[in-house]
């Protein structure tokens, strides 16, 4: 199984990222894929959620800024975020798995928003 997530940086407050993660080495078609973020020293939480059919939810605190999309081609499925209106307080490594989330957490990609 691999959760590759990429597509983070630096931006400033303010501005846009679209983050990106290939799942694959297993059918992750049928999943619901999650989008997480963690903090130093916290456990991960929710940010968006998506089903194998494009239904969303969106944790309160992204609701209106984020975007989660999927595309399903074949059994690899890859899964964006696009993050607008960033703040400072989403600086974290986001994470992509199913949801809720299986074991096996890939890399994650660093987000850092500066003031």
């Known amino acids: 199984v691999q959760l590759q997530a990429s597509g983070g940086g630096l931006v400033q407050a303010g501005g846009s990222l679209r983050l990106s993660c290939a799942a694959s080495?297993?059918?992750?078609?049928?999943?619901?894929m999650g989008w997480y973020r963690q903090f130093p020293g916290k456990q991960r939480e929710l940010v968006a959620g998506i089903t194998s059919s494009g239904s969303t939810n969106y944790a309160d605190f992204v609701r209106g800024r984020f975007t989660i999309s999927r595309d399903n081609p074949g059994n690899t499925v890859t899964v964006y975020l696009q993050m607008n209106s960033l703040t400072p307080e989403d600086t974290a490594v986001y994470y992509c798995n199913t949801k809720p989330p299986g074991h096996f957490w890939g890399q994650g990609t660093q987000v850092t928003v500066s003031s």
């Open positions: 080495g297993n059918n992750f078609n049928p999943y619901v």
